[in-house]
């Protein structure tokens, strides 16, 4: 099965950890390093994991044949040679224990690591199952391959590896799929399968809910991420821990009941009581998780979806982008410090005002079997969000901050010769102020008391990254974005994006009228396919890459209904953004000199005997804080695109807004009504920039921004 690897001889005696292997071992396998002459291993990369922390991984282990096996570590081989680390060997059992190979430590640490930074990049999904294969028995009690159930059924995961599994426990997960199987090859009137009968007796309604099984298996599936098996259950976490020999999955859900315990989140209300008025009963679980680093995870969650929509309102607003790119900007302009930091267990922090209990399982330990009240916003709850939104709030008002007019997730505070800024986003913070290591001292004091984690010069924040180039200006771009992007249009196409070649990468061909494209119509599987480009597009758009907004504006009308030409721009969008990942905002804050290019006004027009008169700007007195800090002034540019649309005949608008020398702002649709002259699509795509101005100046002015005098709006009408 596997190249230059020999099984061992039937009776053989081989020494494994010093001892006699007993004969009715699997067949051993040794890998090339054992008998090829290969460079001393200590000139390679030393290895990530070390060995303890190697034992109990799984990885994908492919055959000469392209086939893929899931391999466990069992074990180290003790012998002489494994005094020394880099000799160090371990015993690997490749599928159902069929097999077993030795391969030596340095090259199996380059495979998981290998593994898990394909699984990071989104290079490796092992979610769901693609199809059964075949299936073996009946089986009994003592057979080697006996699973609880009397028959097996192979599985081909979406990784490519195979298992076989009981068929009690697919049936569990997945009994459509599984009547499809046994209908298919005439199993249903055969014991241990006529439980399928029922499903598998309506061959319309079968295939209906065979579709629905397709999309459910990615959570039911088998699931392992970083080559470790992510249980469904605690039942299930337990029971990897006795294979494995560990506690790292007791120990993950130790910490979480522990922290929740800290947090006060529940109030024992015993056994068997009656609950108190108004309270319901709802189920509680736990998700688990396997970061990159090999530590486990579990959370708590509530099943807020088995309670009524409370009165109150349980929405929790954010920051929006716009609002954290202006943030930015003043942080710069007015020479403030930029600190970004995530909020600990943040839910945990407000009280609930749903009533809404539980019972407490076997992992509560002295618990189990009580019936629990919760009193804080645990996760999973209808209002968990909200509550935390409006904790949060209270704090920042109690520390001085106003929120402003412009943005509720937008907190001012008076600093002097300035304003200070926090931006949430849920629990996210980005602070701009003189001193922010004062403000995130005071959060984790006393009587706050928040848990602060990744405090610090932002980094990497909502999809965007903030770095600075050369001359020591501050940027933002979305290089990682596009990197992610990437990796998931070779998961989706199976080609890395080509950006390469004699033609040069645009956004969309000059002349190119997609309404025009008279190819096929994709097919379900590429409709998603381009669904998916076109989200991750307009998302890089909303970041900072506004130089392809309008080709994603002329293929976005096409989502629900494709053809294959418009899949095909979205992938050549998406090429561009491959090519030239190193598009950035720099946030430059000196104010544009116009004046000595254009004049003091460089078109004067005498409004008095028009329908406009002479209207001055509308500032309410007493509305906005005093303008402090720096000037500012706001630039846009505005252009209409005449017959946009050949089909329909409709021009779009695109406009830019820059505040100082920095982009801000950007926009750009197709008008709703059809213009005959460039006049007409012009007109209209300068009265809607001039609304969005007077947006802009509100929003400065909500922020105690100065405003240098009138902004300035560049057009060719």
């Not at 898990?116 to 769901?128: I, S, Y």
Request: glycine share 8%.
């Amino acid at each position: 099965m596997f190249p230059n690897r020999r099984a061992r001889p039937t009776g053989s005696s081989l020494a494994v950890g010093g001892e006699t292997a007993p004969s009715d071992r699997s067949p051993i396998l040794y890998s090339a390093s054992d008998r090829l002459d290969l460079p001393d291993p200590t000139a390679l990369e030393v290895p990530k994991f070390s060995p303890e922390e190697l034992l109990g991984l799984t990885f994908l282990r492919e055959t000469d044949t392209g086939e893929q096996f899931r391999a466990k570590i069992t074990r180290k081989v003790l012998d002489r040679e494994a005094e020394d680390h880099q000799a160090i060997k371990f015993l690997v059992t490749i599928g159902d224990g069929e097999l077993e190979e030795i391969i030596s430590y340095n090259e199996l640490s380059d495979i998981v690591e290998r593994q898990h930074a394909a699984e990071a990049d989104g290079e490796l999904d092992t979610w769901a199952y693609d199809a059964i294969l075949e299936h073996e028995g009946p089986l009994r009690p003592g057979m080697p391959h006996y699973k609880g159930s009397i028959y097996n059924v192979l599985i081909k995961w979406a990784d490519g590896s195979k298992t076989w599994e009981p068929i009690n426990l697919v049936g569990k997960t997945d009994k459509v799929t599984l009547a499809a199987y046994a209908k298919e090859h005439d199993l249903l009137e055969t014991p241990g399968w006529k439980f399928l009968k029922p499903t598998a007796r309506r061959a319309k309604k079968l295939q209906r809910m065979l579709n629905q099984a397709r999309r459910a298996s990615h959570n039911n599936a088998v699931r392992y991420k970083f080559g470790v098996q992510i249980p469904r259950t605690v039942k299930e976490a337990y029971a990897l821990d006795a294979a494995n020999g560990d506690t790292k999955w007791a120990d993950a859900i130790k910490t979480e009941l522990d922290q929740l315990s800290e947090y006060e989140t529940f109030i024992d209300h015993g056994v068997g009581r009656q609950l108190p008025a108004g309270y319901k009963m709802i189920r509680c679980h736990i998700i688990f998780d396997c970061k990159e680093d090999g530590r486990r995870k579990a959370r708590y969650v509530g099943g807020g979806h088995l309670t009524a929509p409370p009165k109150d309102s349980v929405y929790s607003s954010v920051a929006s982008l716009r609002s954290i790119r202006l943030v930015t900007f003043l942080s710069q302009l007015n020479d403030l410090e930029l600190c970004a930091a995530d909020v600990g267990n943040a839910y945990l922090e407000a009280y609930t005002k749903e009533k809404v209990a539980f019972i407490a399982g076997k992992e509560f330990g002295p618990l189990a079997g009580h019936t629990l009240l919760i009193s804080k916003a645990l996760y999973g709850l209808r209002s968990s969000g909200a509550r935390f939104h409006d904790k949060f709030a209270d704090t920042l008002s109690d520390m001085g901050f106003i929120p402003s007019l412009c943005d509720p997730d937008v907190w001012y505070r008076d600093a002097g010769h300035c304003y200070e800024y926090i931006c949430t986003y849920v629990d996210d913070l980005l602070v701009a102020m003189k001193e922010p290591s004062t403000f995130m001292e005071a959060l984790q004091s006393d009587p706050y008391n928040y848990k602060l984690k990744g405090v610090g010069p932002p980094r990497y924040h909502l999809g965007g990254d903030f770095f600075k180039d050369p001359d020591g200006t501050l940027c933002y771009g979305c290089q990682t974005y596009i990197r992610r992007m990437a990796d998931n249009y070779k998961q989706l196409f199976g080609e890395e994006p080509k950006t390469h070649g004699k033609r040069p990468v645009t956004p969309l061909t000059k002349g190119d009228q997609p309404e025009l494209d008279n190819t096929e119509p994709c097919t379900p599987d590429e409709t998603a396919k381009f669904q998916s480009l076109i989200g991750a597009l307009q998302w890089t758009i909303s970041l900072c890459r506004f130089d392809i907004g309008n080709a994603v504006m002329t293929l976005s009308r096409y989502r629900v209904a494709p053809l294959i030409g418009h899949l095909d721009r979205a992938k050549q969008i998406t090429r561009y953004l491959c090519k030239y990942p190193q598009g950035a905002i720099r946030f430059r804050t000196g104010i544009p000199n116009y004046e000595a290019i254009y004049g003091e006004q460089p078109e004067f027009h005498d409004w008095m005997y028009s329908i406009y008169g002479t209207p001055q700007e509308d500032v309410p007195e007493g509305m906005f804080p005093p303008p402090k800090g720096k000037l500012v002034r706001t630039s846009t540019f505005v252009d209409a695109n005449l017959m946009h649309d050949l089909t329909t005949g409709r021009s779009c608008t695109g406009i830019l807004h820059l505040i100082n020398q920095t982009p801000f702002d950007w926009f750009t649709k197709r008008q709703s009504q059809v213009e005959s002259a460039t006049y007409g699509s012009e007109f209209m795509a300068a009265r809607q920039a001039t609304e969005q101005i007077i947006d802009l100046r509100f929003t400065l002015r909500s922020l105690g921004v100065p405003i240098d005098g009138p902004s300035w709006m560049f057009g060719d009408n």
